[in-house]
């Protein structure tokens, strides 16, 4: 039997990606950028887990789409990369950045009509940046979030724009990169 209501016209999805990040290009060095420790936590339930199918989508799996690279080191690697690039070195100082990341996520949906087969992605990635100086005061805790969606069903090149967007959204921020730059310069004497 053939027809849109055959399994082999509907389009398996990948059980597992490998979500990278690019970093941000041209950007400006921080004027007194100095030296920043970074620590990341990913508290999400199943971190092996980034996303799931819905709709028609059939894969193995029971439809979970699984990463390949763990997910807290895309995001310090991202963080540490956005921060040399602005002129920070990687090192223990005044500085301390901690990420806790709460959302990355892909949801692949399949839909069909009479005449084809619809494959779309929407992503998520939410993080909760702080941001501490001497004696662990916190100068700076905001959410961060980012969303991206695409009509091509590539999971992957959704995810990472929408950590992309994260990246960005965060160190657009002019708290956050002021909270780094008090934090290093240390308490008032």
Do not use: C
């Not at 992957?156 to 965060?170: G, I």
């Amino acid at each position: 039997m053939t027809g849109l209501n055959s399994p082999s016209h509907f389009i398996a999805t990948p059980s597992s990606i490998s979500p990278t990040y690019t970093p941000e290009a041209p950007v400006d060095s921080v004027k007194g950028a100095g030296a920043v420790s970074v620590a990341v936590e990913d508290l999400r339930a199943a971190p092996g887990k980034v996303g799931n199918d819905t709709g028609l989508a059939i894969k193995a799996g029971n439809g979970v789409i699984s990463t390949t690279v763990p997910v807290k080191d895309l995001v310090r690697t991202a963080i540490e990369s956005e921060l040399r690039n602005r002129g920070f070195t990687i090192a223990g100082g005044g500085a301390g950045i901690a990420i806790a990341i709460t959302e990355f996520d892909v949801q692949h949906s399949q839909s069909a009509t009479l005449m084809a087969v619809q494959s779309y992605s929407y992503a998520a990635v939410m993080i909760h940046a702080t941001v501490t100086g001497a004696g662990h005061k916190r100068l700076y805790s905001q959410p961060i979030s980012a969303q991206s969606a695409s009509a091509d069903g590539n999971d992957q090149a959704t995810l990472d724009r929408a950590l992309a967007m994260a990246m960005h959204n965060l160190f657009a921020d002019p708290l956050f990169i002021k909270a780094i730059l008090t934090a290093e310069r240390g308490p008032k004497s």
